[in-house]
């Protein structure tokens, strides 16, 4: 274990006192791993590596052994699951949005928050997905897309920006805050070497911009999940009261979930308290009561009428698109005005016309709901092969565009001609990954 930064030990052991010991004990184990399961896509919990006890506090959460290759496996691309570690899990089953509503995850990226808190939703309602760093906002796309989340609007903006064009329009709002990342020391010991006594307060004041778009964004009776992955009053306690302070408005909510007591409406995860990583998690609510108000607007083009006609002859089961994003036709009813804004996913996107053919997109077979073309199932070590890009021998299959599967789960597109089958995966996705066999 690495040398913890001298600053921080000194005030760890101040604040936790008789408590200290067994905190820094913690620094010479294991860090604690995680699963989320994709209830979209079901699959045998069996095909999963190294599953070991459930994640109290989230339903579909599993506590995972240190050495499963679960991340590299073909499943794990087809959206199965989500690895993310267990207290990562907690703000968003507190916030624990439910279908219909319209939540906001203002600071997105990778997903592991924002994809969880769209399968509470059910696909009903509307999650819009933001991250203000273009290439981090990429990330986020792509794991949606992966999880199979069809009600996601996914832009990059800055929360002043948001705040601006969507006052009030939000049941729900959650901030996963940058932050200086204290309780990542023992999944990354390499960040001790970028923290200083410092930093907790350059990103306390990059917090409070954050949370003031937040109350903007909120409508009254709505609430916000506050949460960082660091361990110090500045950036977590005393960034919550200032806020209180200057927005009277909202007042801190008690919340209980399994394994997770917070009479306070504040809980700092410490990992000789919790099994999992440090964080921490607040729950506040504004007073009042109102509708949220986020107008739809038709600020994307309409639907090519051509490629809709082209989308309907590919398959007569297809969502009817709502909207063009760039040459892509994309379905999601009631989308916000989205002017001026950096998007990146709208939806569900369908597919686009190139020539006279209509190419089905890559989102669309990783939908829960795809649409009904003849699947093909794969063995793991085929579907490895089709996510590295080759094309795979398939004598017996049908011609024209498939849906290859595995575990029933379908893994994107391929189009059949002489007994090959074409490989349509994205070639920004494809990589080499193991069988599991």
């Not at 979209?40 to 006890?53: N, Q, T, Y």
Request: include cysteine.
């Amino acid at each position: 274990m690495n040398q913890l930064p001298k600053a921080f030990a000194e005030r760890m052991t101040a604040l936790l006192g008789e408590e200290a010991e067994a905190f820094f004990l913690t620094y010479e184990e294991p860090y604690c791993r995680g699963v989320r399961l994709n209830p979209l896509k079901p699959v045998d919990s069996a095909l999963v590596p190294g599953l070991m006890e459930r994640v109290p506090w989230e339903d579909s959460g599993w506590y995972l052994s240190g050495d499963s290759p679960a991340g590299a496996l073909p499943l794990h691309e087809a959206g199965a699951y989500y690895l993310q570690e267990p207290s990562a899990m907690l703000p968003a089953a507190v916030l624990n949005p439910q279908p219909g509503e319209r939540v906001l995850d203002l600071c997105a990226a990778p997903g592991g928050k924002t994809t969880q808190l769209a399968l509470r939703m059910a696909g009903q309602g509307l999650l819009v997905s933001n991250e203000p760093v273009p290439k981090r906002a990429q990330i986020l796309s792509r794991n949606v897309e992966r999880m199979g989340i069809v009600n996601a609007l996914v832009v990059s903006a800055m929360p002043a920006q948001l705040a601006a064009r969507w006052p009030g329009g939000f049941d729900a709002v959650q901030v996963d805050a940058p932050c200086s990342g204290e309780g990542m020391f023992r999944r990354h010991p390499e960040t001790m070497a970028e923290w200083t006594e410092d930093a907790p307060a350059g990103c306390a004041r990059r917090q409070a911009e954050i949370l003031d778009g937040a109350a903007a964004l909120v409508r009254p009776g709505g609430r916000i999940v506050y949460s960082t992955c660091t361990l110090n009053p500045t950036e977590n306690e005393d960034t919550v009261a200032a806020f209180c302070r200057r927005h009277p408005a909202f007042s801190l909510r008690p919340f209980s979930l399994p394994g997770a007591e917070a009479p306070s409406g504040m809980l700092t995860c410490y990992p000789h308290r919790i099994r999992g990583e440090g964080h921490f998690v607040a729950l506040l609510q504004r007073e009042g009561e109102a509708e949220a108000q986020l107008d739809e607007n038709a600020s994307l083009p309409h639907p090519d009428r051509q490629a809709a006609q082209a989308l309907r002859a590919f398959a007569q089961d297809a969502p009817a698109p709502t909207a063009m994003l760039g040459d892509t036709l994309v379905h999601l009813p009631g989308c916000p005005d989205v002017r001026g804004l950096r998007v990146l996913r709208v939806g569900l996107h369908l597919g686009q016309l190139k020539g006279k053919t209509f190419m089905p997109d890559h989102a669309w077979a990783m939908a829960c709901l795809p649409p009904a073309v003849p699947r093909v199932p794969l063995t793991a070590a085929q579907a490895a092969r089709y996510q590295a890009g080759e094309t795979i021998q398939m004598p017996d299959a049908p011609r024209g565009f498939v849906l290859p599967t595995l575990a029933g789960l379908a893994l994107g597109w391929g189009k059949v001609s002489d007994g090959v089958m074409k490989n349509h995966y994205p070639k920004g996705l494809r990589r080499s990954v193991t069988t599991g066999e």
